[in-house]
């Protein structure tokens, strides 16, 4: 059975910095391609970023040059570091596979509210 257990969110105010971590069991997980993605409210839950199994990533334009991407496969743990926090980055934030999750997997995710 495939768990995806997000942590980390919090409230924070703007400009300030979270780090979200998503264990992961029951899936061959250094194989995969990862992301992570954010719903807010009244909206679609949207790519946020996705790191392959070899450690490349690539993030969607709003979040580029604040937010960071990192695996460890050992732990079967990946994270995602945000800095430079905005309002408007406020959201659930989850972690899937990286081809727009796979919907057998999707958690609870943890949320993440940045103060203005």
């Known amino acids: 059975q495939v768990q995806l257990v997000e942590s980390g969110g919090g409230l924070v105010q703007a400009g300030g910095s979270l780090r979200l971590s998503c264990a992961a069991s029951?899936?061959?997980?250094?194989?995969?391609?990862m992301g992570w993605y954010r719903q807010a409210p009244g909206k679609q839950r949207e790519l946020v970023g996705r790191i392959t199994s070899d450690g490349s990533t690539n993030y969607a334009d709003s979040v580029k040059g604040r937010f960071t991407i990192s695996r460890d496969n050992a732990k079967n743990t990946v994270y995602l570091q945000m800095n430079s926090l905005k309002p408007e980055d406020t959201a659930v934030y989850y972690c899937?596979?990286?081809?727009?999750?796979?919907?057998?997997?999707w958690g609870q995710g943890t949320q993440v509210t940045v103060s203005s």
């Open positions: 899937n596979t990286a081809n727009g999750g796979d919907p057998r997997y």
């Open positions: 029951g899936i061959v997980f250094r194989i995969n391609a």
